[in-house]
């Protein structure tokens, strides 16, 4: 149905895609073109999986539908991986987004690193928290999450464990 791979240089145009204002209704609207290339070449000089990976979502047509990916963050004195996807309209409710979650949390987990994976969509998003659901994140409660920085929004904080024998990892 779907496979990850590796964020490259190609994938520019899919990154402008996702950069719509219906994309990024629940994300502070859509980035200059600036910040989209940075963004971009952000996703490409960011290559260790220990640390987090970008990934376009590709169809077994070779259509790239969307993006998803995972990345280290402080949380609530822990360091955690936190992970964010989006999918284009004209693949929309189909799964891809649920299938690409799965598929993040294998390779989440294949680090052997930390603990938790979180998710942290819009509380106005009912489609990706119902991926959160879907992919068997719990929903820990409503949090103050700062998203583009500088603007706090309103999110769910929805956990996933990785490594139930994992201790926590404190943030530094």
């Given at each position: 149905m779907l496979r990850l791979e590796r964020w490259s240089d190609g994938d520019l145009d899919l990154l402008r895609q996702k950069n719509a204002p219906e994309m990024r209704e629940h994300l502070g609207g859509p980035e200059t073109e600036e910040a989209v290339l940075k963004r971009h070449r952000r996703y490409l000089e960011d290559g260790d999986p220990q640390v987090g990976l970008m990934f376009a979502i590709v169809l077994?047509?070779?259509e790239r539908a969307g993006t998803i990916g995972y990345w280290e963050r402080p949380?609530?004195?822990?360091?955690?991986?936190?992970?964010?996807?989006?999918?284009l309209p004209a693949y929309q409710g189909r799964g891809?987004?649920?299938?690409?979650a799965q598929a993040v949390i294998e390779v989440a987990r294949e680090q052997r690193r930390l603990r938790y994976l979180h998710a942290f969509p819009s509380v106005d998003h009912p489609a990706s928290n119902a991926v959160?659901?879907?992919?068997?994140f719990t929903l820990l409660g409503e949090t103050d999450f700062e998203y583009p920085?500088?603007?706090?929004?309103?999110?769910?904080?929805?956990?996933?464990e990785l490594h139930p024998t994992f201790g926590a990892r404190k943030a530094t």
């Amino acid at each position: 149905m779907l496979r990850l791979e590796r964020w490259s240089d190609g994938d520019l145009d899919l990154l402008r895609q996702k950069n719509a204002p219906e994309m990024r209704e629940h994300l502070g609207g859509p980035e200059t073109e600036e910040a989209v290339l940075k963004r971009h070449r952000r996703y490409l000089e960011d290559g260790d999986p220990q640390v987090g990976l970008m990934f376009a979502i590709v169809l077994d047509t070779g259509e790239r539908a969307g993006t998803i990916g995972y990345w280290e963050r402080p949380w609530r004195d822990e360091l955690v991986y936190e992970t964010g996807w989006g999918v284009l309209p004209a693949y929309q409710g189909r799964g891809l987004a649920s299938a690409a979650a799965q598929a993040v949390i294998e390779v989440a987990r294949e680090q052997r690193r930390l603990r938790y994976l979180h998710a942290f969509p819009s509380v106005d998003h009912p489609a990706s928290n119902a991926v959160c659901k879907k992919a068997g994140f719990t929903l820990l409660g409503e949090t103050d999450f700062e998203y583009p920085p500088g603007t706090l929004m309103r999110s769910n904080d929805w956990r996933l464990e990785l490594h139930p024998t994992f201790g926590a990892r404190k943030a530094t």
